[in-house]
């Protein structure tokens, strides 16, 4: 049973906050990754992926593949492709910006995960740092867990590096970014199922902070408070084989100019007034990730990606991005030739052997 709360909490909102603050300053909490400014001046160069498709799902044009595994400026952008039911519901100006963690009452059932940043220079640099950790794929695919840290960028000469070492590194720096991403995701999907039991068991029980943080939660998900079913539609993972392979077409494994001089992986855009659409720039490559989920979890373009996901959930199933990744047909202008290529490069690199993949000192 559903229970709007919203006048409620728009008359108690001059007093809410001040009381939140106090009561999360106390806990040893607060608000983390401020929204960001943006500065339209701030422009990356870059040049289209060209005309190539794949066709099918086992064959991809010589010229494609010649794009995305030795051209370092390469870069497409993807655009969701505007359709008549999403009415006015797409935004004039698609600037991607990301959004902090509020946090939320109570003991989450999964914590949060530390993770140590590293800024490799060189990819010499970034191997260096792997094997000093002991991580590598083959270990990851036997089982193992991900080392919890954080590339914040890829290495600018990662292009210099031939096809399959260039490939390994880009995967093992985006793996545990793609994961400490989820699992910030799942703590507040947890989190929102415990309170969505709490309301519908007893909705007079729901303290005043519990419904500042929906409210927040859903605020950062454009979704409505009062439609839970929706909202938890939403709040949940992406695949990480899924996020691997659309940041190693969108970026060229690592080597495009955007995500060099802008972690720019997933073809996201900025559109300014002034430029028209741009590659959009990240401070940091789990910035990108972060926008890039975001964008799936909240787009009107991408329902079906959530419906399908919300399905596979209902079924028991795990969640697989060699399935839904079927679903973005309007991530990109090439529509389902993207999707196929996607699908082999998912293939070639045996990449859903990382949607079971886990964080060290995670619980998944």
Excluded at 88 to 113: D, I, K, S, T, W
Aim: aromatic content about 6%; hydrophobic content about 40%.
């Amino acid at each position: 049973m559903r229970r709007s709360f919203r006048p409620a909490f728009e008359r108690g909102r001059q007093y809410a906050f001040p009381v939140v603050w106090t009561a999360m300053f106390a806990a040893g909490v607060g608000m983390s990754d401020p929204v960001r400014s943006l500065d339209a001046e701030t422009v990356l160069a870059f040049a289209g992926i060209g005309t190539a498709q794949a066709h099918n799902a086992d064959a991809v044009a010589p010229s494609a593949r010649a794009e995305l595994d030795g051209r370092a400026d390469a870069l497409r952008i993807a655009l969701p492709l505007p359709s008549p039911e999403d009415h006015n519901e797409l935004p004039q100006a698609a600037v991607v910006m990301g959004h902090g963690r509020f946090a939320a009452p109570g003991n989450a059932v999964r914590r949060q995960v530390q993770v140590k940043p590293i800024n490799p220079r060189t990819a010499d640099e970034l191997a260096g740092f792997l094997r000093e950790v002991s991580y590598t794929l083959t270990d990851v695919r036997q089982g193992e867990a991900v080392p919890a840290i954080k590339v914040e960028r890829v290495p600018a000469d990662l292009g210099t590096k031939d096809g399959n070492e260039r490939k390994q590194l880009f995967i093992s720096a985006i793996l545990p970014v793609v994961l400490e991403t989820n699992h910030r995701v799942l703590v507040d999907r947890e989190k929102l199922v415990a309170l969505r039991d709490k309301m519908a068991a007893n909705p007079d029980s729901v303290t005043a902070l519990e419904r500042v943080w929906l409210e927040d939660l859903a605020q950062r998900y454009e979704a409505s408070a009062d439609q839970l079913d929706e909202l938890l539609r939403r709040v949940d993972i992406v695949p990480p084989s899924m996020a691997i392979a659309q940041g190693g077409v969108e970026s060229g494994w690592g080597t495009s100019v955007a995500a060099r001089t802008g972690n720019a992986l997933y073809g996201q855009m900025q559109v300014t007034a002034r430029n028209g659409a741009m590659p959009q720039p990240f401070s940091n490559v789990g910035e990108a990730t972060e926008a890039y989920i975001t964008n799936l979890n909240t787009h009107p373009a991408y329902a079906g990606f959530r419906t399908a996901r919300a399905a596979a959930r209902e079924r028991g199933e795990t969640l697989e991005g060699y399935r839904l990744v079927g679903t973005l047909l309007r991530y990109s202008e090439r529509g389902m030739a993207y999707v196929q290529f996607v699908r082999q490069i998912m293939r070639e690199n045996d990449l859903h052997d990382f949607d079971k993949a886990r964080l060290l000192e995670a619980s998944y």
